[in-house]
């Protein structure tokens, strides 16, 4: 079982910047792929980044590559995902996951979810 709690949303203004952490406790975190997603009103949760259990693997959405950055501190139990050029559509429910495997086919555990809203 791994407890994963993000934090770090809050209100940006379109263009600017954010920075997530999830983190869980314990070791078992380093055995994990971590993800995160996002969903926004009205529409279907979204994979938006992954990252391999060391780190040395990523892979994004088309959506957010080359705007958001994920990345691991094992030593700190904590994944980030640091959001640039915000904008509108970026506005959502940002949740991070654990799985095993990269990329990850099914993830199994969930955080509740952290808020970004993005004003123009």
């Known amino acids: 079982q791994v407890q994963l709690t993000e934090s770090g949303g809050g209100l940006a203004q379109s263009g600017g910047s954010l920075r997530l952490s999830c983190a869980a406790p314990g070791r078992t975190f380093t055995y994990y792929s971590m993800g995160w997603f996002r969903q926004a009103p009205g529409k279907e949760r979204e994979f938006i980044a992954g990252i391999s259990t060391s780190g040395h693997s990523t892979h994004y959405a088309d959506s957010v590559k080359g705007r958001f950055t994920i990345t691991r501190d094992n030593a700190k139990n904590t994944v980030y995902l640091q959001l640039t050029a915000l904008n509108s559509e970026d506005t959502a429910v940002y949740y991070c996951?654990?799985?095993?495997?990269?990329?990850?086919?099914?993830?199994?555990?969930w955080g509740q979810g952290t808020q970004v809203t993005v004003s123009s």
């Open positions: 996951a654990a799985g095993n495997g990269f990329p990850v086919t099914e993830y199994e555990y």
